[in-house]
Structure formats: structure tokens, C-alpha cells
């Protein structure tokens, strides 16, 4: 769809504020509402309506499979060793309040690591379940070509 | 510190395991982490059971939050001696994999181990938790891991099978989560224990009704229970021999206790037996399960296909159990769930060696495999004399406490239902017996080995386990007896 000129010029002018957004759900999860799940899935929505525009292959330069795959399973264990953290600090799995002395900011930390563990794997997932389909289609269409050429 | 200060730490384990697993290449590394996660739940699994038979109940509130404002776990007789079933089923069955799983994938098997892992997880948190939500987060992570791990069976056919499995299981989640948002619209809490206090003043409520219904319908689902039975035989038959043989000994004992903790737990027996007709509908359709379960097996001729079959007649024994509604019965339903596990682990485990070998599991191809893969076979026969009830057998002491429970209820009749879907096992194990062993072999098939040691010793391993627990019963009588008065709030009145 990179030919149409509208879409070219309006995406690109919303994929910032898309990732900016995701962003703020974010990082601002602890006091508004939002948090990582919500934050990965604009983020991911983001980089899809890139793709939708400018094509899988450029996509996936921005990032590739492996990476994908890979911080997918980062953030879970993002999410895992925070929680043991807390275990091995003295307290209960999950449990903040040995981060800092000051409960807030205790508090703050962990929930904030735990989200962005959340937001990368969510994100990534996101990434991926489009990239198979995406994948599927294109795999799709090049048996389509061959038949034609085939059958010329 | 000692271990029982880590009783969390029996789902964690898998979990925090299948974030490592997902990113280690090659095809043995998977499997040793995924072993040593499981063998690790197992152990701690295995020491939290006495202290929670001998104390009231273990708590483990995270992240500190004291409950019922925080997501607690609490472990009491009845979860602790399903989790050292899941836990130690999922470590036994590994150590038979390697070898079923490399003729069945390829490739890398990092992932596959890693939905492994989230499954086995996803089953040991239902069972865990002391609260209700948690229990449908759980249910979801490992069904999806499952219905994911089904649709690798070699068959084209798994996909079916799962994408079926996947209605079907979404269904039955979402009448659970229906069930679980009525009582949560009614009590405000999600803590089992504080809907179990809360429930008592909202007797006449329709939502609660409601409530019970839908959790016993989605839960019915999960466990294969006759009419929602239908996902069942096709997920076993075509999943990768591996997967079925975690899934038979596991998947729906776990989906069983759940419907027991919210029977019995969160709304107590004077009143799930009383408002509902639950007693006579739960019998009604455990001795339907019996029949039709042993009917359907009697008649097929895919082996995994029939052992699944034959799983939704064990399942409807269990249900028998519980329909009773007294100590002994739970007792019984206890029992054969722990039993059972065993009996449908090792079955699988030996059609699953049988189809190393030959590539098939169909009745007709094992025709004179006797004299071939002697070890193999006479390791399905022992189970089956399991599954039959023979004395010495750990299918015996199951089907003795159903029975007694039954005498005791002052139901004959079911003793006799009881007697004669056993002589209905008798029927479909004598039949693969019958081909193994009295018929010819094919004229011009190719002589098949024994199967690898890899595989013969998990399996016998199994069966060993079978007969040790039809002699020393102890150890599953004893945490029977507690769970079954755990649910039941030790001497609490019943109708």
C-alpha cells in the first residue's frame, strides 16, 4: 500500500504518536489507567500498521523474527526474576517492599519492571501471532505466482 | 527456611523454567531443564503433603498482600495430593519422552518443551490456589499450552483435534468464568475461603444458583463428563504419544478437583446438594459415562481411541464417588483419580511404545506383536489387569473403596453397575491381548524389535507403581481419607 500517498503520509505521521502512546500507557500504568498489557498491544498495533503500509520485509528489518521470539520469553522472565528478587530479599514472592526503604518508591520499582516485562512480552507476541499470518499470505501468494508461470 | 517455606514455588519452578526453555537451542537441553523443573516440583511437592495432611492449612499470600485482598495459595490435604500427582506424573512421563518425542518432532524442541512446561504449571496453579479468578488464569495458560501441544500430533488430523479441543475448552472456561463473576457480583471477594463464609447468608440467591451451575457445567467440560464429553477421544488419539500420556494421567483429575473445591469448599455440601439436584444428576451421568465410556471401547479399533473412551468411563467412577456426597465416597473419588492416573499412564505408555515401533496404533496391526515386543505387551496387560480391578492392583483398591462407599450409601445397584462395566474391561483389554498374542502375525510383515530400554523402563516403572499401590495404600488411602475431609470440613454435616 506504499503507492497510495494518503495512507503513506498519514501513517507516518500517526506511527510516532501510536508508539508514544503505547509508551505513556506504560510508563504511566502505576497512577492512570493502563499497564503493560495494554501499553504491548498499542505498541505492537504501531509497528503492524507499518507493516500494513510498507510491507513484511521492511517490518521485519525494524525487528526480526528471532528477536521477537526472543524478548517474548525476556519478558516473561523479567517479570519471574523480579518476583524472585523479592523472595530472595527476605520476603514473599512478588513482594516489593525489601526494594527500598521507602514503601512508595518500593512499590514504584517493582510494579514498574514487572509491567515492562509484561508490555515486552506482550508487544512481541502481539509481533509475532501478525508476523505468522503475514507470513502465511505471502507464502501464499508466491505458490499462486508459480502456478501462474506454470500454467503459462 | 525450610522447603515447605517454598510451596509456591511448585508452579513457579515450571514457570519461571518455560521463559529459560522457550530460548535453549538444540533438542536435549529442553528436556534436561524440563526434567529437572518438574523432579523439582515433584520433591517439594512431596514434602508439602504430610505437613498439609498433619496441619490445617499452609497460606502463602504474594507479593505479601495479606488475603482476601491479595492472591493467596492455600494448600490443604485434597490440592496437596493432586499436586504431587501432577507434579510426579509430569516427571515420570519425562523421563519417557526423549525418545517418543524425536520420532514424532523436529527440529528444535525448545518451545515444545516450553508449552510442556506452561501446562504442567498452568495445572499445578489450579490446583494451588486459594483463589477463585487465579483458578480460570490458570485453567486458560494451560489450556492453551495444551490445545497448542495437541495440534504437534504427526497426524493432520491433530489440528482438527485441537482447533475442537479449542471451542470446546474456551466454552467450558468461559461458563466457569460466567460462574465465578456471579459470585463475585454478589460477595465481592474472589479468596475461596472468604466466598465460603460470605456464601452462607445468600442462600435464596438466584445469581448463586446460577453461579454453581455454571462452574459445575464448564468444569464438566474440562473433565470429559458424558454429554461434554466430545473433545476428548480425537485430542487423545491424534496428540503426540507423549502429550496424551501427560494428558490422560492429568489434565482431568485437575479440572475433577476444581469442581470438588467449588462443590464442596467455596459453596459446602448442605447447600450444593440441596439446592440442586446435584446428587442424582452427577450419578445419572457418571453411570451414563460408565456404559457408554466401556460401550464405545468395547468397539473400537484405534488403541488410543479406545483408552480414551475408556478414560471418560473412569472418569464417570470418580464422578460415582463423588455423587454420594459422604466421606467414603470422596474417598473413593480420591482414589481412583490418583489411580487412575497411574493405570491410564502406563496403558498409553505402552500403546505409545507399541507405536515407536510399528507407526500404528490400530488393533489390527498389532496382530502376533506378543512374541515381538514381549515386554511391551505384558506391560499393557499388567495395567490393564489395573484398569479391570484385579486384586493387588492399584485399579482394585479404587474400585473397593467405590464399592464400599456404595454399600455404605445403601445404593446395591451400583455395585452391580459397577460390576458389570468392569467385565466390560475385561472385554476391551482381552481383545488387544487376544491380537497380540492368539493371532498370527501378518504373513510378509516386517519382524519388529522390542522397544528401546529408554522407553520399556518408564513404563515399567509405572506399571511397578500399580501394583505397589494396590499393596501398600497407605500413602494413597491415608491422603485420601484427609483431602476427602478437608473438603469436607472434617465431621461437617451432611444432608
Given at each position: 500500500m506504499i503507492d497510495n500517498g494518503i495512507l503513506r503520509v498519514i501513517s507516518r505521521f500517526l506511527i510516532p504518536f501510536i508508539l508514544l502512546v503505547g509508551l505513556y500507557i506504560q510508563f504511566h500504568g502505576e497512577y492512570s489507567p493502563g499497564g503493560g498489557f495494554q501499553a504491548g498491544v498499542v505498541f505492537a498495533a504501531g509497528w503492524i500498521l507499518y507493516v500494513l503500509i510498507y510491507g513484511l520485509e521492511r517490518g521485519l528489518n525494524v525487528i526480526s523474527l528471532n528477536a521477537m521470539y526472543v524478548l517474548s520469553a525476556v519478558g516473561v522472565l523479567l517479570y519471574a526474576f523480579t518476583g524472585l528478587a523479592g523472595v530472595l530479599l527476605?520476603?514473599?514472592?512478588?513482594?516489593?517492599?525489601?526494594?527500598?526503604?521507602n514503601p512508595h518508591t518500593a512499590q514504584q520499582t517493582g510494579i514498574i519492571i514487572v509491567e515492562f516485562g509484561v508490555g515486552l512480552t506482550v508487544a512481541t507476541v502481539a509481533m509475532l501471532l501478525f508476523t505468522m499470518f503475514a507470513r502465511r499470505r505471502g507464502e501464499w501468494l508466491e505458490a499462486l505466482e508459480e502456478e501462474d508461470e506454470g500454467s503459462e | 527456611m525450610t522447603l515447605l517455606e517454598f510451596m509456591p514455588f511448585i508452579v513457579l519452578i515450571p514457570l519461571i523454567a518455560s521463559g529459560i526453555v522457550a530460548l535453549l537451542?538444540?533438542?536435549?537441553l529442553p528436556w534436561l531443564v524440563t526434567l529437572l523443573a518438574a523432579t523439582a516440583s515433584a520433591v517439594i511437592a512431596a514434602v508439602v503433603l504430610p505437613a498439609a495432611i498433619s496441619e490445617p492449612a499452609l497460606s502463602y499470600p504474594f507479593g505479601n498482600w495479606p488475603p482476601p485482598f491479595g492472591i493467596e495459595y492455600r494448600v490443604d490435604a485434597a490440592n496437596a495430593f493432586v499436586a504431587l500427582l501432577v507434579s510426579g506424573m509430569a516427571a515420570i512421563t519425562l523421563l519417557w519422552a526423549p525418545k517418543s518425542v524425536a520420532s514424532e518432532i523436529h527440529g528444535r524442541l525448545g518451545t515444545f518443551y516450553a508449552l510442556f512446561l506452561l501446562a504442567l504449571a498452568g495445572l499445578l496453579g489450579i490446583t494451588l490456589t486459594g483463589d477463585a479468578f487465579n483458578v480460570f488464569v490458570f485453567l486458560e495458560i494451560s489450556s492453551l499450552a495444551t490445545y497448542t501441544l495437541i495440534a504437534?500430533?504427526?497426524?493432520?488430523?491433530a489440528l482438527l483435534a485441537a482447533f475442537r479441543y479449542l471451542i470446546m475448552g474456551t466454552v467450558g472456561a468461559t461458563f466457569l468464568l460466567i460462574g465465578i463473576a456471579f459470585l463475585y457480583m454478589v460477595t465481592?471477594?474472589?479468596?475461596m475461603a472468604d466466598l465460603a463464609e460470605r456464601l452462607p447468608e445468600l442462600r435464596d440467591n438466584n445469581a448463586v444458583r446460577a453461579a454453581l451451575a455454571f462452574i459445575i457445567v464448564g468444569m464438566g467440560l474440562k473433565l470429559a463428563l458424558l454429554p461434554l464429553h466430545l473433545w476428548l477421544p480425537n485430542a487423545y488419539a491424534y496428540a503426540p504419544n507423549f502429550v496424551t500420556v501427560f494428558l490422560a494421567g492429568t489434565a482431568t483429575k485437575v479440572a475433577l478437583y476444581v469442581m470438588l473445591r467449588f462443590i464442596f469448599t467455596v459453596f459446602s455440601p448442605d447447600y450444593s446438594f440441596v439446592v440442586l439436584p446435584l446428587s442424582t444428576v452427577l450419578m445419572v451421568l457418571a453411570v451414563a459415562g460408565m456404559f457408554a465410556g466401556s460401550w464405545v471401547a468395547m468397539f473400537q479399533i484405534h488403541l488410543k481411541r479406545m483408552l480414551a473412551y475408556s478414560s471418560i468411563a473412569q472418569v464417570g467412577y470418580m464422578v460415582l464417588g463423588v455423587s454420594l456426597a459422604t466421606a467414603t465416597g470422596l474417598t473413593a473419588a480420591f482414589l481412583h483419580l490418583f489411580n487412575h492416573a497411574l493405570i491410564k499412564t502406563a496403558l498409553f505408555m505402552a500403546i505409545g511404545c507399541v507405536m515407536y515401533r510399528t507407526g500404528s496404533a490400530k488393533l489390527d496391526d498389532l496382530r502376533g506383536l506378543g512374541r515381538q515386543m514381549p515386554w511391551t505387551l505384558t506391560a499393557f496387560a499388567l495395567a490393564g489387569l489395573s484398569i479391570i480391578g484385579v486384586p493387588t492392583t492399584a485399579g482394585f483398591i479404587s474400585k473397593w473403596y467405590l464399592v464400599l462407599a456404595s454399600i455404605e450409601a445403601g445404593a446395591w445397584w451400583l455395585v452391580v453397575l459397577v460390576l458389570i462395566t468392569s467385565l466390560m474391561a475385561v472385554y476391551y483389554i482381552w481383545r488387544v491381548i487376544e491380537a497380540a498374542w492368539?493371532?498370527?502375525?501378518?504373513?510378509?510383515a516386517a519382524p519388529v524389535p522390542e522397544a528401546p530400554l529408554a522407553l520399556l523402563v518408564p513404563t515399567w516403572l509405572v506399571v511397578a507403581l500399580n501394583f505397589y499401590f494396590g499393596l501398600d495404600t497407605r500413602l494413597t488411602v491415608g491422603a485420601s481419607m484427609a483431602a476427602a475431609d478437608a473438603l469436607l470440613g472434617s465431621g461437617a454435616g451432611l444432608p
Amino acid at each position: 500500500m506504499i503507492d497510495n500517498g494518503i495512507l503513506r503520509v498519514i501513517s507516518r505521521f500517526l506511527i510516532p504518536f501510536i508508539l508514544l502512546v503505547g509508551l505513556y500507557i506504560q510508563f504511566h500504568g502505576e497512577y492512570s489507567p493502563g499497564g503493560g498489557f495494554q501499553a504491548g498491544v498499542v505498541f505492537a498495533a504501531g509497528w503492524i500498521l507499518y507493516v500494513l503500509i510498507y510491507g513484511l520485509e521492511r517490518g521485519l528489518n525494524v525487528i526480526s523474527l528471532n528477536a521477537m521470539y526472543v524478548l517474548s520469553a525476556v519478558g516473561v522472565l523479567l517479570y519471574a526474576f523480579t518476583g524472585l528478587a523479592g523472595v530472595l530479599l527476605g520476603g514473599k514472592y512478588l513482594d516489593f517492599t525489601p526494594f527500598s526503604a521507602n514503601p512508595h518508591t518500593a512499590q514504584q520499582t517493582g510494579i514498574i519492571i514487572v509491567e515492562f516485562g509484561v508490555g515486552l512480552t506482550v508487544a512481541t507476541v502481539a509481533m509475532l501471532l501478525f508476523t505468522m499470518f503475514a507470513r502465511r499470505r505471502g507464502e501464499w501468494l508466491e505458490a499462486l505466482e508459480e502456478e501462474d508461470e506454470g500454467s503459462e | 527456611m525450610t522447603l515447605l517455606e517454598f510451596m509456591p514455588f511448585i508452579v513457579l519452578i515450571p514457570l519461571i523454567a518455560s521463559g529459560i526453555v522457550a530460548l535453549l537451542p538444540g533438542r536435549n537441553l529442553p528436556w534436561l531443564v524440563t526434567l529437572l523443573a518438574a523432579t523439582a516440583s515433584a520433591v517439594i511437592a512431596a514434602v508439602v503433603l504430610p505437613a498439609a495432611i498433619s496441619e490445617p492449612a499452609l497460606s502463602y499470600p504474594f507479593g505479601n498482600w495479606p488475603p482476601p485482598f491479595g492472591i493467596e495459595y492455600r494448600v490443604d490435604a485434597a490440592n496437596a495430593f493432586v499436586a504431587l500427582l501432577v507434579s510426579g506424573m509430569a516427571a515420570i512421563t519425562l523421563l519417557w519422552a526423549p525418545k517418543s518425542v524425536a520420532s514424532e518432532i523436529h527440529g528444535r524442541l525448545g518451545t515444545f518443551y516450553a508449552l510442556f512446561l506452561l501446562a504442567l504449571a498452568g495445572l499445578l496453579g489450579i490446583t494451588l490456589t486459594g483463589d477463585a479468578f487465579n483458578v480460570f488464569v490458570f485453567l486458560e495458560i494451560s489450556s492453551l499450552a495444551t490445545y497448542t501441544l495437541i495440534a504437534y500430533g504427526k497426524d493432520r488430523r491433530a489440528l482438527l483435534a485441537a482447533f475442537r479441543y479449542l471451542i470446546m475448552g474456551t466454552v467450558g472456561a468461559t461458563f466457569l468464568l460466567i460462574g465465578i463473576a456471579f459470585l463475585y457480583m454478589v460477595t465481592g471477594t474472589l479468596n475461596m475461603a472468604d466466598l465460603a463464609e460470605r456464601l452462607p447468608e445468600l442462600r435464596d440467591n438466584n445469581a448463586v444458583r446460577a453461579a454453581l451451575a455454571f462452574i459445575i457445567v464448564g468444569m464438566g467440560l474440562k473433565l470429559a463428563l458424558l454429554p461434554l464429553h466430545l473433545w476428548l477421544p480425537n485430542a487423545y488419539a491424534y496428540a503426540p504419544n507423549f502429550v496424551t500420556v501427560f494428558l490422560a494421567g492429568t489434565a482431568t483429575k485437575v479440572a475433577l478437583y476444581v469442581m470438588l473445591r467449588f462443590i464442596f469448599t467455596v459453596f459446602s455440601p448442605d447447600y450444593s446438594f440441596v439446592v440442586l439436584p446435584l446428587s442424582t444428576v452427577l450419578m445419572v451421568l457418571a453411570v451414563a459415562g460408565m456404559f457408554a465410556g466401556s460401550w464405545v471401547a468395547m468397539f473400537q479399533i484405534h488403541l488410543k481411541r479406545m483408552l480414551a473412551y475408556s478414560s471418560i468411563a473412569q472418569v464417570g467412577y470418580m464422578v460415582l464417588g463423588v455423587s454420594l456426597a459422604t466421606a467414603t465416597g470422596l474417598t473413593a473419588a480420591f482414589l481412583h483419580l490418583f489411580n487412575h492416573a497411574l493405570i491410564k499412564t502406563a496403558l498409553f505408555m505402552a500403546i505409545g511404545c507399541v507405536m515407536y515401533r510399528t507407526g500404528s496404533a490400530k488393533l489390527d496391526d498389532l496382530r502376533g506383536l506378543g512374541r515381538q515386543m514381549p515386554w511391551t505387551l505384558t506391560a499393557f496387560a499388567l495395567a490393564g489387569l489395573s484398569i479391570i480391578g484385579v486384586p493387588t492392583t492399584a485399579g482394585f483398591i479404587s474400585k473397593w473403596y467405590l464399592v464400599l462407599a456404595s454399600i455404605e450409601a445403601g445404593a446395591w445397584w451400583l455395585v452391580v453397575l459397577v460390576l458389570i462395566t468392569s467385565l466390560m474391561a475385561v472385554y476391551y483389554i482381552w481383545r488387544v491381548i487376544e491380537a497380540a498374542w492368539f493371532s498370527e502375525r501378518p504373513a510378509g510383515a516386517a519382524p519388529v524389535p522390542e522397544a528401546p530400554l529408554a522407553l520399556l523402563v518408564p513404563t515399567w516403572l509405572v506399571v511397578a507403581l500399580n501394583f505397589y499401590f494396590g499393596l501398600d495404600t497407605r500413602l494413597t488411602v491415608g491422603a485420601s481419607m484427609a483431602a476427602a475431609d478437608a473438603l469436607l470440613g472434617s465431621g461437617a454435616g451432611l444432608p
